[in-house]
């Protein structure tokens, strides 16, 4: 539990930050409008999407992240607390957890060997594992209805969470390591054929981890996003992808 305090004072506790995450999400969402956060943690998504009046689904596998989430928003009618993952398929699946940095649990074993490997995470230690249950996209949409922005969080799964989508939504997000570059880059053509295939056309954009801030003035066809990540990667730093279907779709 100690780690997920650490998240508590590092999502909620810095000044200004609730602040800068409403306005950053305030160009996707609206009230009325149905959000789902894939990896909801200890809600700091949750927190700043129903202060823009969004009825928000939050799916988080963790034990002790769900004992926060039950904590923060059990009571609020507007959010749904979903205690599975997202995935391919409906089934279950193996978590691997890291105890004292539950950011990073993940059911990607692949994911967790690429990034265990790198400098950075040297530390870090998946010392415990749990199977949960698993649920799609496409399976959340059809309980509670068409999302107008999907947050995908998920250490590595992004693309098995993708998978489970059959039809564009209007907005989505999906995390960006850089030791784990080409993984993101696979979860980018899966949404860019997702879009096509469907007539509709997503443009990118960037924002460095927790910046709340978009990396580039204007929005990206698929082969200019790749370009933007390779500046960002030798710096080492996470972030996450942003996609839009354009306004003509």
């Not at 200004?16 to 990896?39: E, N």
């Not at 995390?175 to 443009?203: F, I, K, Q, S, W």
């Given at each position: 539990?100690?780690?997920?305090?650490?998240?508590?004072?590092?999502?909620?506790g810095?000044?200004?930050r609730?602040?800068r995450?409403?306005?950053?999400?305030?160009?996707?969402l609206g009230?009325?409008?149905?959000?789902?956060?894939v990896?909801a943690?200890?809600?700091?998504r949750?927190?700043?999407?129903?202060?823009?009046g969004?009825?928000?689904v939050?799916?988080?596998?963790?034990?002790?992240?769900?004992t926060?989430?039950?904590?923060?928003?059990?009571r609020?009618d507007?959010?749904v607390?979903?205690p599975?993952?997202?995935g391919?398929?409906?089934g279950?699946?193996?978590?691997?957890?890291?105890?004292?940095?539950?950011?990073?649990?993940?059911?990607?074993?692949?994911?967790?060997?690429?990034v265990?490997?790198?400098?950075g995470?040297?530390?870090?230690?998946?010392?415990?594992?749990?199977?949960?249950?698993v649920t799609?996209l496409?399976?959340?949409?059809?309980?509670?209805?068409?999302?107008a922005f999907v947050?995908?969080?998920v250490?590595g799964?992004?693309?098995d969470?993708?998978?489970?989508?059959?039809?564009p939504?209007?907005?989505?997000?999906?995390?960006?390591l850089?030791?784990?570059?080409?993984?993101?880059?696979?979860?980018?053509?899966?949404?860019?054929?997702?879009?096509r295939?469907?007539?509709?056309?997503?443009?990118y954009?960037?924002?460095?981890?927790?910046?709340m801030t978009?990396a580039?003035d204007?929005?990206?066809?698929?082969?200019g996003?790749?370009a933007?990540?390779?500046?960002?990667?030798?710096l080492?730093?996470?972030?996450d992808?942003?996609?839009?279907?354009?306004p003509?779709?």
């Amino acid at each position: 539990m100690r780690g997920v305090v650490r998240s508590l004072a590092m999502y909620h506790g810095i000044p200004g930050r609730h602040r800068r995450i409403v306005a950053f999400y305030g160009r996707f969402l609206g009230p009325g409008d149905i959000a789902f956060d894939v990896g909801a943690h200890v809600g700091s998504r949750v927190r700043a999407w129903r202060k823009l009046g969004v009825r928000v689904v939050a799916l988080e596998p963790q034990p002790d992240c769900l004992t926060v989430l039950r904590l923060l928003f059990g009571r609020d009618d507007g959010v749904v607390i979903a205690p599975v993952a997202v995935g391919a398929q409906v089934g279950t699946a193996r978590l691997g957890l890291s105890s004292a940095t539950p950011t990073v649990s993940s059911m990607s074993p692949e994911w967790i060997g690429t990034v265990g490997a790198d400098r950075g995470f040297a530390r870090v230690r998946w010392d415990r594992s749990v199977e949960v249950p698993v649920t799609t996209l496409d399976a959340l949409i059809a309980e509670h209805g068409e999302p107008a922005f999907v947050k995908i969080d998920v250490e590595g799964f992004e693309l098995d969470v993708l998978r489970g989508l059959g039809r564009p939504v209007r907005a989505l997000s999906f995390e960006y390591l850089p030791p784990a570059h080409d993984a993101a880059l696979a979860a980018l053509d899966l949404v860019d054929a997702l879009g096509r295939r469907h007539g509709g056309a997503y443009t990118y954009n960037y924002s460095p981890v927790e910046t709340m801030t978009l990396a580039s003035d204007e929005w990206l066809d698929a082969d200019g996003l790749r370009a933007l990540l390779d500046r960002f990667r030798p710096l080492g730093r996470s972030g996450d992808v942003y996609a839009r279907l354009s306004p003509d779709h």
